[in-house]
């Protein structure tokens, strides 16, 4: 699919710092996310299987180079985080839930802007472009069950 959103993150991802790499997986995340909403909504179980199995392969890639020498309780936080999104994800994906897929793109959305924070500080040129959030997620109804991966 070669879209300009696409060619946009493609430009983005070049010469991107670490920090701001981490952003653009948390914003295809969370694109993954709302479209396994849509999905549900239409009932497209092999689309909204794809899309969750993206979000956990990213999941996966954010998840790898945590570094627990270095950031110990910061890694140890997003290792929580990870773990309990991508179970959250399983438990999705066996009961179709968008008001649980809602849920999730609110939680994404909590740590992406933690990382748009850590971004601005180490280059105070960042756009409010990247805060930008993805529409047509707002509607969603809610979950009943779910873990919380504040604590």
């Not at 696409?6 to 996310?33: P, S």
């Not at 890694?75 to 399983?90: G, K, S, W």
Request: some cysteine.
């Amino acid at each position: 699919m070669t879209d300009a959103r696409t060619t946009y993150r493609e430009n983005d991802v070049r010469g991107a710092t670490a920090v701001r790499l981490v952003v653009l997986l948390y914003e295809q995340i969370i694109q993954d996310l709302t479209q396994a909403a849509q999905a549900i909504e239409q009932n497209d179980i092999v689309l909204r299987t794809k899309l969750i199995n993206h979000a956990i392969l990213v999941i996966g890639h954010l998840q790898s180079p945590l570094d627990f020498d270095q950031g110990c309780k910061v890694a140890q936080d997003l290792e929580h985080f990870y773990n309990v999104l991508r179970q959250n994800l399983v438990q999705v994906q066996f009961f179709p839930s968008k008001a649980g897929i809602q849920q999730l793109i609110t939680d994404v959305l909590a740590v992406r802007e933690a990382w748009i924070e850590v971004e601005r500080t180490e280059s105070p040129s960042v756009t409010t472009a990247a805060r930008a959030v993805p529409s047509g997620t707002a509607d969603l109804e809610s979950q009943p069950v779910r873990l919380d991966w504040k604590g």
